[in-house]
């Protein structure tokens, strides 16, 4: 079964340009999260949605960030412009609501900003 | 204010011993509780959970503990081997997001 998929693995771009970052969730799956990872903050959670609604956005830690989520197959997580304070591993991790069953995460994109 | 904290940031076990992880968490609200397993550069994969009404699920050589009332979970591995080698997350649940802890890294020594 294939798993969550995101794109790019890696991406490194200049200070003040537009990342956009990918998730394919798994199949089936009508709940997704995004998350980024950093040595100080460990996994935190940016923003997730339910039915492709966002239901908390509460951990997007500026304007700059911005997520969307199409359809049921498809998010996108924007930085717009990108900082190098931004630079992390971000995560997308789906599974199924509304009973509490483990998140199936992706392999990440390590953002490097320069 | 971290509310799952998991105090040691590293542990080293000898092959074929028992490893143990400890989580401590703060908000009584939470229900489910989870570890999960990081490979560098990969994701974190799930590797056991515990429902609240319980005190102990175990799979294979995997056992995870959950003391309410001392709001602890730990996770043990017996035996131990060296592909156990590995970050591990605690992860708790309430209203349906996921709050992690910053990790344990584990290794197991041939």
């Known amino acids: 079964d294939a798993g969550v998929i995101q794109s790019p693995r890696h991406e490194v771009t200049e200070m003040g340009q537009e990342v956009t970052l990918r998730c394919k969730p798994i199949?089936?799956?009508?709940?997704l999260f995004w998350y980024r990872q950093t040595m100080m903050r460990g996994l935190e959670l940016l923003i997730y949605?339910?039915?492709?609604?966002?239901?908390?956005d509460s951990g997007m830690p500026e304007d700059r960030f911005s997520a969307k989520m199409p359809n049921a197959s498809f998010s996108t997580l924007k930085i717009q412009p990108s900082e190098p304070r931004d630079s992390a591993v971000y995560f997308c991790?789906?599974?199924?609501?509304?009973?509490?069953?483990?998140?199936?995460f992706g392999d990440g994109t390590r953002l490097s900003i320069l | 204010d971290q509310q799952v904290k998991q105090n040691s940031p590293s542990l080293s076990v000898q092959e074929g011993r028992i490893s143990i992880l400890n989580c401590d968490y703060t908000?009584?609200?939470?229900?489910?509780f989870l570890w999960y397993k990081k490979y560098p550069a990969e994701g974190p994969t799930f590797l056991i959970s515990?429902?609240?009404?319980?005190d102990k699920n175990e799979d294979g050589r995997f056992t995870v503990f959950l003391n309410k009332s001392a709001k602890h979970l730990s996770l043990h591995i017996v035996p131990s081997q060296p592909g156990d080698s590995a970050v591990y997350f605690c992860?708790?649940?309430?209203?349906?997001?996921?709050?992690f802890g910053k990790g344990t890294k584990l290794s197991v020594k041939p």
């Open positions: 991790a789906s599974t199924r609501y509304p009973n509490p069953q483990p998140q199936h």
């Open positions: 949605f339910n039915n492709n609604v966002p239901i908390d």
């Open positions: 515990i429902s609240s009404i319980k």
């Open positions: 908000n009584s609200m939470f229900d489910y």
């Open positions: 992860a708790a649940s309430g209203i349906g997001n996921l709050i």
């Open positions: 199949s089936g799956h009508n709940s």
